[in-house]
């Protein structure tokens, strides 16, 4: 049974930082491609940011030079540091481990809101 757990989500004011993290079981966790991504009420889901299973990284224009994505493979955990906060960066947060189309599995996604 594959389960990814988000935690980390919460308020901030603008400005600050927040880490997210995603302690994935079930599955060979090095082997994945591991993403973060992001549904403001009353839009799509984003993509924020992946790391694949060699490190190789990528993010949205939005949160390039504030977000940082990264892997512990000994941990089965990808993280998401997230710097400078902007109100429009609330969303619910979403983890996603992706081999191949069959074995893409979603978190249950960690609230993050940026409000003063």
């Known amino acids: 049974q594959v389960q990814l757990v988000e935690s980390g989500g919460g308020l901030v004011q603008p400005g600050g930082s927040l880490r997210l993290s995603c302690a994935a079981s079930?599955?060979?966790?090095?082997?994945?491609?591991m993403g973060w991504y992001r549904q403001a009420p009353g839009k799509q889901r984003e993509l924020v940011a992946t790391i694949t299973s060699n490190g190789s990284t990528n993010y949205v224009d939005s949160v390039k030079g504030r977000f940082t994505v990264s892997r512990d493979n000994a941990k089965n955990t990808v993280y998401l540091q997230m710097n400078s906060l902007k109100p429009e960066d609330t969303a619910v947060y979403y983890c996603?481990?992706?081999?191949?189309?069959?074995?893409?599995?979603w978190g249950q996604g960690t609230q993050v809101t940026v409000s003063s």
């Open positions: 079930g599955i060979i966790f090095s082997i994945y491609a």
């Open positions: 996603n481990a992706k081999r191949t189309t069959l074995k893409n599995y």
